[in-house]
């Protein structure tokens, strides 16, 4: 077969069980508050201990606060999770990166900049978004909470291996076009179910362009199509976002690695289980009108109408549409928004703030809009600080909060209220996704700035 896919997964194969999975090593495992507790309850009921504590990193992101974290959490089960998070890690021995430590973030921000995640490795995390560290060449993927169990207690795992696909995108975007547009346009194309069953290697002009932080963005939203990961053949870009990093190889070591990085693409003749190619002219800026990531549409379109659609697929499009308050055949532009979120491990990076900031400069805050700008972690925060990013958008009538996963999902105090609608930097758009009653209509940084100064839905071209 001879695909990248190929060759990382079975470079970490120990054994092959006939007619069964395959148990797969793990070099790293990423744990959060959320999806861990019951695994370490796990192995200390069977009088274990982590068998390779040193590949294990930890840190608290879901349920933390983004302001006055300095402070005890107000909410008793987001406390009890950070907490219980912080003496797991204690007990057994593991890194953890504790609320208020400058190394601290979501978890999937903070393991690419610090050269945790690396080109070759496989990755898991009990968090489905863990396919955002494949943008550095490995294969990462979310597992659940009795499979964080399986790593923590073997650095093993039992997985069938998924199938392969590879999307190209050639040509070049055009201006306002950004990575989460790139990603809201192949879920609309393919749909959230698309790529059920398949890894996906992204590649073609487009991906090569990318900066690093694009990519992390379009990797994060593959689990959106369906898939089990998604990820890009490390490059020069990669190398060079690699090189200094704190875990990073360095010195002769660093030679090695790369010597042998390099060799990770696909051949020439390799062959996948299904070829998907687009053309980048046809991708502009996007929105979300419903209530799944894959109802989406370009940010000058229209809501399709009901006749459009196949029969089947109808019923479950009107009672979105009646969530959202929105009617077939009506266009987004200049409907009036609420809230505006920038961050996430999708869009909470650096390169999403100095996006924000590019449309937001020498403007203002709308009037009745709320703006939660959080940076996805410490390391971003200090650097928005150090570019000058944070006096850009105080002058603007912004404020920037502490790290944190946010308003991406209900699980802190950030939530928007029933009714409301957030133009969202996030991953999903489910019903109560935000908040119980909340309206996400997910779109890039530039698409979130423009709604931010002006009140409503804008096409961020024209402000650029």
């Known amino acids: 077969m001879n695909t990248l896919f190929d060759k990382i997964w079975d470079k970490h194969v120990v054994q092959t069980i006939d007619d069964g999975p395959t148990q797969l090593y793990i070099d790293r495992l990423y744990c959060h508050e959320v999806t861990s507790p019951q695994a370490f309850d796990g192995l200390r009921n069977r009088g274990l201990k982590c068998f390779r504590p040193r590949q294990i990193f930890s840190m608290p992101d879901h349920n933390t606060p983004t302001h006055d974290q300095d402070k005890p959490i107000q909410d008793p089960v987001s406390r009890k999770q950070v907490e219980t998070l912080r003496k797991n890690c ?81 040509g070049k975007l055009s201006k306002g076009v950004t990575a989460k547009d790139v ?64 875990y990073a190889p360095k010195g002769e070591e660093w030679d090695k690695a790369v010597a042998y990085w390099s060799t990770l693409k696909s051949g020439p003749d390799a062959v996948f289980d299904r070829e998907v190619a687009f053309d980048a002219a046809e991708i502009g800026p996007r929105i979300t009108y419903g209530t799944n990531p894959g109802m989406g549409l370009d940010i000058t379109g229209r809501i399709p109408d009901i006749d459009q659609l196949p029969e089947a697929s109808r019923a479950s499009f009107m009672k979105s549409l009646q969530y959202m ?27 999403d703030f100095r996006a924000f900031a590019s449309i937001v400069a020498n403007r203002h805050k709308a009037p009745g809009i709320t703006a939660w700008l959080v940076p996805g972690s410490w390391a971003v925060y200090r650097q928005i600080q150090d570019e000058g990013i944070d006096k850009t958008l105080r002058e603007a009538g912004f404020e920037i909060r502490q790290p944190g996963c946010s308003a991406c999902l209900a699980m802190n105090d950030d939530k928007i209220p029933a009714g409301k609608y957030c133009v969202s930097t996030s991953n999903r758009n489910f019903e109560g996704r935000q908040g119980p009653g909340a309206r996400t209509l997910l779109a890039s940084p530039l698409v979130a700035a423009a709604a931010a100064v002006t009140g409503v839905i804008t096409d961020p071209r024209t402000l650029l």
């Open 90 to 170: 204690e007990e057994f021995g593991l890194t953890h990166f504790g609320m208020m430590s400058p190394d601290n973030g979501i978890i999937h921000v903070v393991g690419p900049e610090k050269g945790l995640s690396l080109p070759g490795m496989t990755i898991v995390c009990g968090d489905s978004h863990t396919s955002t560290h494949g943008a550095m060449g490995a294969v990462a993927f979310g597992i659940g909470t009795s499979e964080v169990e399986m790593v923590l207690a073997s650095q093993c795992i039992l997985q069938q291996k998924p199938k392969s696909m590879r999307i190209t995108i050639n």
């Open 183 to 246: 990603a809201l346009f192949l879920m609309s194309r393919l749909t959230t179910s698309g790529a059920t069953g398949y890894f996906v290697e992204y590649a073609g002009d487009v991906v090569a362009d990318m900066s690093m932080e694009g990519r992390l963005t379009l990797c994060n939203l593959s689990i959106e199509m369906g898939a089990r990961g998604g990820f890009v053949a490390p490059d020069q870009t990669t190398f060079e976002y690699l090189k200094g990093r704190e």
């Open 325 to 351: 308050g929105f009617s077939p055949g009506a266009t987004l532009l200049g409907t009036p928004v609420d809230y505006v979120f920038l961050g996430a491990c999708t869009n909470g990076r650096i390169e």
